[in-house]
């Protein structure tokens, strides 16, 4: 089997990342992870021109009607480019809507979240670590209580709800909702504390049906988003193992950094494999598909956070100031690693998945 992107995929990669990397270089990205404001508009509708906001919505309302892989090549991408703005949210909800809502649902917001006209995020997390959808407790036509971790929720025009038994709801923003901002370490992609309070909510008809699929598209695009991250930073230090000198010589030329340099490189690029099954068994191995999602999470996420640690070291002193430009893709590994769930709690779901 030639388990190897196409002319399509790689030419779709390519685009998102030369985008990037003329948007959003280190200095743009550093403005933007020290601005007060959360939300760059001006970056935001760059990418919904390129069809970034639209890519799980079915073409015939749209969108790009893509397939996971294509999803998560696009998500590696951020990660590599740290991107900032509500992609994730963004593209879990279309997913949500496209999977599980009413005819009615569908053709009110597909459109609109495939143009940018709207923008929607996802509320999954509750309070003690609960992101499961079993462990939901929304529910009703009024929904009551807090939902954590919220992304970009203050700037959605429609949030997808995690409910009662695994169920999922829409929520416009407004009485009833009150969002609050969390200060949280990554600054790239806004968090927020959302209350309901007898808020207004129309239930996706097959939500209790698809909250799984979508809780396991989010693992899959957070581990790849992790891969690009851990990526750039083998790259970032590699080319400062290349410029800085110490006793009349690049640092690089020290055995011991070049040890470093290549484990670090190994535990990045073979687990490439890994979120590309997992995004490929998401749509042809069904069987698969809960399982590979949860081992891409948990195992991808973690090593992005050992790569942050051995690039900070390997930048030496400055690795760790916020004046370096590692600290930024850190603390995006911090983010990665806990949304949606801890690692060790993603691997004991496959322990049971596996019946161990």
């Not at 169920?167 to 600054?187: H, W």
Request: charged residues 20%.
């Amino acid at each position: 089997m030639d388990f190897g992107l196409s002319e399509e995929q790689q030419l779709l990669q390519e685009t998102i990342g030369q985008f990037l990397a003329n948007e959003n270089d280190p200095n743009q990205l550093r403005a933007r992870f020290d601005a007060e404001d959360a939300f760059d508009e001006g970056l935001w509708k760059g990418m919904m021109e390129l069809g970034i906001g639209g890519l799980l919505v079915p073409d015939e309302f749209g969108g790009a009607g893509v397939d996971m892989v294509d999803a998560a090549i696009v998500s590696e991408q951020m990660g590599f480019g740290a991107a900032p703005g509500p992609f994730l949210g963004h593209t879990l909800a279309g997913l949500a809507i496209a999977l599980g809502g009413s005819d009615d649902q569908k053709k009110t917001w597909l459109p609109k979240l495939a143009t940018g006209d709207a923008l929607a995020t996802v509320a999954f997390g509750e309070e003690g670590g609960s992101w499961q959808p079993d462990q939901w407790s929304p529910s009703g036509d009024r929904l009551t209580g807090k939902k954590v971790y919220v992304p970009y929720a203050a700037q959605a025009d429609l949030i997808v709800v995690g409910t009662a038994g695994g169920g999922l709801a829409l929520v416009e923003p407004g009485d009833g909702t009150t969002i609050e901002l969390f200060d949280n370490v990554d600054r790239s992609r806004r968090l927020y504390t959302v209350t309901f309070d007898g808020a207004a909510a129309s239930a996706l008809p097959s939500g209790a049906d698809v909250s799984g699929q979508v809780r396991d598209a989010a693992l899959i695009l957070l581990a790849a988003d992790a891969f690009g991250g851990a990526s750039r930073l083998v790259e970032m230090s590699v080319e400062y193992a290349k410029t800085r000198e110490q006793f009349g010589v690049t640092i690089g030329h020290f055995q011991a950094l070049k040890h470093q340099l290549a484990n670090m490189a190994l535990d990045t690029e073979p687990s490439r494999a890994l979120f590309w099954y997992a995004a490929h068994a998401y749509d042809a191995v069904p069987e698969d598909r809960e399982k590979m999602a949860a081992l891409a999470k948990s195992h991808i996420t973690d090593r992005f956070m050992q790569v942050s640690r051995d690039a900070t070291e390997a930048h030496g002193g400055i690795g760790y100031t916020w004046e370096c430009d590692v600290q930024m893709w850190f603390k995006r590994a911090m983010f990665d690693r806990i949304w949606m769930g801890s690692p060790s709690s993603h691997r004991e779901r496959v322990a049971q998945l596996s019946a161990w």
